[in-house]
């Protein structure tokens, strides 16, 4: 198998991790999952979908990387900046479409599917590139500050659309309604 073979494996295990962790937290609600996954329908808790399944994919195809023995290099750093960046990227194109005709599941979908797409297309070339740093230790801390600010922003929602679940009529992990 070569790396291509493996990144279209990866699009597609992404993609299919995004519609399962869509629902953990309601089969699991408890503090560990909604840092993880979405609480509730608000835009910004379905960027979880973006970051978590990125990274949890990301673990699965390195691993598989090291058993076909395809050499890569700062793996993790170029992982963690993808799935950082497929967050303001999905919303750059989802947002106006989202206030000029309101929710389109099949236009959220293609979305997702389509950033998913460019984040494992851009990690491709970035991995063959023979960049030597402290790449890993980045990648941590990263990760860290990335869940800290999906956690914080679970519990204590900016009041805006963004985290407005319209649906539900509340903001963040709330049982209330507003």
Known sequence: MTLKQEKIIAVIGTFLLAFLFHFLYEWFPNTLCSIFFPVNESIWEHMKLLFTPILTFGIVEFLILKYLHIKTHNYFFFLTILALLSIPFYLLFYLPIYYMIGEQMWF??????????????????????????????????????????????????????LFFDHLNEKYGVNTYRI
């Open 108 to 161: 959220n979908i293609a979305l997702l599917f389509l950033v998913i797409l460019l984040v494992h297309i851009v990690h491709y070339f970035l991995i063959q590139k023979d960049l030597h740093f402290y790449s890993n230790v980045w990648a941590v801390l990263l990760v860290i500050i990335g869940y800290i600010i999906f956690g914080y922003l679970t519990y204590q929602p900016i009041k805006s659309d």
